[in-house]
């Protein structure tokens, strides 16, 4: 029995991987997130993008849910967990299609979790996916580091404090999760004299997608920051 989770990148169709598809055509059952069971994801209209698989399911998880292991989203894990346990009882191999990557943030190590504690002996595999910090990066022509340059990355769901820290610590710093918190954020940056310099993006290769400075209003939750390094000659972290 295999349980692959599989990174479909941002959004943007053409930054999945030949892997990636390769595995989803392969699987006897592909799983996808979703808030709603009525209600198609951006991983699924990701995965549908590439193949016309007629084994898919939806799985409803708690995605908007706040307050870390809330009783909802123990609910959804614990349900989602029992489908897929049961499908690799009967098929031997499910892939669970995810935004991003499935080791950063993802939904999919709850899911892994929950079905190795039903199925022990279950193996759990990984297929990595471009992320919204690489792709923001290119659409926007940003280096995110160079030399002996660090970079951080954390979710702004951390607190605005955990933002701040990485700013004084880290050369580039990357936010995830931030859209409701844009304003607060704004003035971090100002604080720091590195809002001028800074990149925003959501919905990124979608309808609607942003790519720029920092707006001033709320913008969706699952938006991406980045604070670049400050850099003043050409090879001077090397």
């Known amino acids: 029995m295999r349980l692959t989770g599989v990174g479909m990148g941002p959004g943007d169709p053409e930054l999945v991987t030949v892997k990636a598809v390769r595995v989803l055509q392969e699987a006897a059952l592909v799983v996808v997130p979703v808030m709603s069971a009525d209600e198609q994801g951006r991983a699924e209209a990701t995965v549908r993008a590439h193949v016309d698989h007629d084994r898919l ?23 989602a967990a029992d489908v897929v346990a049961e499908a690799l009882r009967d098929k031997g191999s499910v892939a669970f299609a995810t935004i991003g990557d499935p ?3 993802s939904t999919f190590t709850y899911l892994a979790d ?3 504690e039903r199925l022990p002996e279950v193996e759990v595999a990984t297929v990595p996916g471009i992320t919204a910090m690489q792709d923001l ?7 995110l580091c160079e030399g002996t340059e660090s970079l951080a990355l954390l979710p702004l769901t ?3 404090e955990a933002f701040e820290e990485a700013l004084t610590h ?3 710093v990357v936010a995830y999760k931030g ?3 844009v304003a ?3 003035e971090v940056l100002a604080k720091h004299d590195r809002l001028d310099t800074a990149v925003f993006g959501a919905a990124l290769g979608l309808p609607g997608e942003q790519v720029g400075a920092l707006p001033v209003e709320p913008a969706p939750y699952l938006s991406t920051v980045i604070a670049p390094a400050r850099r003043t000659t050409r090879g001077g972290k090397l």
């Open 57 to 79: 399911q939806r799985l409803v998880f708690a995605l908007d849910d706040r307050g870390g292991a809330t009783p909802a989203r123990t609910r959804a894990w614990d349900s």
């Open 103 to 105: 080791n950063i943030y």
């Open 114 to 116: 929950a079905v190795r």
């Open 137 to 143: 990066a290119a659409r926007s022509g940003t280096v």
């Open 158 to 160: 951390a607190g605005l």
């Open 170 to 172: 880290f050369d580039t």
């Open 179 to 181: 859209g409701r918190h």
């Open 184 to 186: 607060k954020v704004r």
